[in-house]
């Protein structure tokens, strides 16, 4: 089992930064791909972005050259940096591991998930 803990959310005006991140302890961090996943009211789950064990990263259209995802294995964390931000990425964000080394962009190819963090941006 891997236990996730999103930190880093609140509230931002439109244009600004945040940094998500999120720690994992339990069964081993090693090998296993993580992914960064929001849902607004109303909407399904979608997908942010994805980092494999090895370090390729993959974005949504709707995030790419804005949000950056990294990892520090050392630390069993993942992050997620957010630059010019806009209401529409107003959202819970969570953090999600799955078994694999390679990432993925569907929800249910992820095992395990932290409980969420909010995100409020604000026009």
């Known amino acids: 089992q891997v236990q996730l803990v999103e930190s880093g959310g609140g509230l931002v005006q439109a244009g600004g930064s945040l940094r998500l991140s999120c720690a994992a302890s339990?069964?081993?961090?090693?090998?296993?791909?993580m992914g960064w996943f929001r849902q607004a009211p109303g909407k399904e789950r979608e997908f942010v972005a994805y980092?494999?064990?090895?370090?390729?990263?993959y974005y949504a259209d709707s995030v790419k050259g804005r949000f950056t995802i990294s990892r520090d294995n050392a630390k069993n964390t993942v992050s997620l940096q957010m630059n010019s931000l806009k209401p529409e990425d107003t959202a819970v964000y969570y953090c999600?591991?799955?078994?694999?080394?390679?990432?993925?962009?569907?929800?249910?190819?992820?095992?395990?998930w932290g409980q969420g963090t909010q995100v409020t941006v604000s026009s």
């Open positions: 980092i494999s064990w090895t370090g390729t990263t």
């Open positions: 339990g069964r081993t961090f090693g090998n296993k791909a």
């Open positions: 999600a591991a799955r078994r694999y080394s390679s990432g993925s962009y569907y929800p249910y190819d992820y095992d395990y």
